[in-house]
């Protein structure tokens, strides 16, 4: 039997759910704040329709965070330098993370509710993987370096969400000093220091 087409109605809802839910993270004081029933009532719609559209609170998180991620995973993918696939490895782990690190300052609150949804770990998360096979499999490519796997996990711990939303609300580093900081200890980590 062929796959349904999802109605026009439908495809307008989930796009208008996850522009509400996105504003209402954007602008949240916490992540926690944000409830189905917030998101259902900025979107115009009724809880039932997100649960029949995303399943549960953590399914909707999820959804926006694939949807705001999916240009950066299509430039990691496809794109042209630094982020795309012929760029030297070299230059190519710096701008993964440092593109990371700037979405999670961009998508910070979404970013926190992400990695604190459910009871799993960050680390068991499609997204994680996904970052975590494409940062190894750049940081393989580099020559004589050793142990790709872990060196991955110690780089994608440094831009983890709760360790962003830290520095920026608690310690008040600035957007750029983050990203300079970043780049310095990606440097030391693959220099070997």
């Known amino acids: ?15 208008t759910v996850l522009a509400a839910a996105d504003r209402l993270f954007a602008t949240c004081a916490s992540p926690e704040d944000v409830t189905m029933a917030d998101i259902a009532a900025a979107a ?14 953590t399914g909707l998180i999820r959804a926006l965070h694939e949807s705001r991620l999916a240009p950066l995973r299509q430039a990691v993918a496809e794109g042209p330098r630094p982020l795309g696939p012929a760029t030297p490895p070299a230059e190519r782990v710096p701008a993964l993370l440092d593109a990371l690190l700037c979405f999670k300052l961009d998508h910070r609150h979404l970013s926190v509710a992400l990695e604190g949804t459910g009871s799993d770990s960050p680390y068991g998360a499609a997204h994680y993987d996904w970052w975590h096979g494409t940062l190894r ?9 050793t142990d790709a796997a872990f060196t991955a996990h110690a780089l994608l711990a440094a831009v ?8 920026t609300e608690r310690q008040q580093l600035p957007r750029e ?17």
């Open 177 to 193: 000093r983050l990203r300079a900081e970043l780049a310095a200890f990606t440097a030391r980590v693959l220099a070997g220091d």
């Open 1 to 15: 039997m062929p796959e349904r087409k999802p109605r026009a109605d439908a495809l307008r809802n989930r796009e």
């Open 137 to 145: 499999g750049v940081l393989e490519q580099l020559p004589g370096f």
């Open 160 to 167: 983890r969400a709760d360790l962003v939303d830290h520095l």
């Open 44 to 57: 115009g719609v009724g809880k039932g329709t997100l649960f029949r559209g995303f399943g549960d609170r």
